[in-house]
Protein backbone atom coordinates (compact mmCIF):
# COMPACT_ATOMS: atom_id res chain seq x y z
CA UNK A 1 0.00 0.00 0.00
CA UNK A 2 1.27 3.51 -1.06
CA UNK A 3 0.46 5.83 1.78
CA UNK A 4 1.35 9.49 0.52
CA UNK A 5 3.57 12.28 3.39
CA UNK A 6 1.50 13.28 5.40
CA UNK A 7 1.33 17.12 5.71
CA UNK A 8 0.02 18.46 9.04
CA UNK A 9 -2.11 21.70 9.92
CA UNK A 10 -1.88 22.98 13.49
CA UNK A 11 -4.54 25.06 15.17
CA UNK A 12 -5.47 26.61 18.61
CA UNK A 13 -9.43 27.19 19.72
CA UNK A 14 -10.82 27.84 23.03
CA UNK A 15 -7.94 25.95 25.26
CA UNK A 16 -7.50 22.87 22.14
CA UNK A 17 -4.94 21.99 20.30
CA UNK A 18 -6.10 20.15 17.14
CA UNK A 19 -4.08 18.70 14.23
CA UNK A 20 -5.66 17.98 10.95
CA UNK A 21 -4.29 16.04 7.72
CA UNK A 22 -5.32 14.36 4.45
CA UNK A 23 -6.28 10.80 5.22
CA UNK A 24 -5.95 7.88 3.27
CA UNK A 25 -8.96 5.09 3.91
CA UNK A 26 -6.65 2.65 3.61
CA UNK A 27 -4.79 3.41 6.51
CA UNK A 28 -4.39 3.54 10.38
CA UNK A 29 -2.95 6.05 11.90
CA UNK A 30 -0.85 6.49 15.30
CA UNK A 31 -0.66 9.89 17.07
CA UNK A 32 2.92 10.00 18.89
CA UNK A 33 3.77 13.00 21.47
CA UNK A 34 6.75 14.29 23.39
CA UNK A 35 7.79 16.99 25.12
CA UNK A 36 11.11 17.09 23.20
CA UNK A 37 11.99 17.09 19.39
CA UNK A 38 14.55 14.22 19.76
CA UNK A 39 11.74 12.13 21.87
CA UNK A 40 10.90 9.66 23.22
CA UNK A 41 7.79 9.46 21.73
CA UNK A 42 5.06 7.63 23.26
CA UNK A 43 1.58 6.95 21.37
CA UNK A 44 -1.48 8.93 22.37
CA UNK A 45 -3.90 7.30 20.32
CA UNK A 46 -3.92 4.24 17.88
CA UNK A 47 -5.58 2.99 15.24
CA UNK A 48 -7.40 6.00 13.93
CA UNK A 49 -9.34 5.18 10.81
CA UNK A 50 -11.33 8.15 8.18
CA UNK A 51 -13.43 6.98 5.59
CA UNK A 52 -13.92 10.68 4.64
CA UNK A 53 -10.21 11.41 3.79
CA UNK A 54 -10.22 14.28 6.74
CA UNK A 55 -7.55 13.09 9.73
CA UNK A 56 -7.99 14.55 12.59
CA UNK A 57 -7.03 14.61 16.97
CA UNK A 58 -7.81 17.17 19.31
CA UNK A 59 -6.29 17.72 23.30
CA UNK A 60 -6.18 20.28 25.65
CA UNK A 61 -3.70 22.40 24.73
CA UNK A 62 -2.31 22.62 28.97
CA UNK A 63 -1.98 19.22 28.62
CA UNK A 64 -0.61 18.26 25.14
CA UNK A 65 3.15 17.77 24.73
CA UNK A 66 5.48 19.70 22.50
CA UNK A 67 5.82 17.86 19.67
CA UNK A 68 3.93 15.35 17.58
CA UNK A 69 4.43 12.85 14.67
CA UNK A 70 1.96 11.14 13.22
CA UNK A 71 2.28 7.55 11.78
CA UNK A 72 0.59 5.98 9.03
CA UNK A 73 0.67 1.96 8.88
Known amino acids: MDIPEIKITVSMANGDITLNWEA ?29 GSGTFSTKADQAAGVFIIQAK
Do not use: Q, R
Open 24 to 52: SPAASYTVKASGSVAGPYEPVVEALKFDD
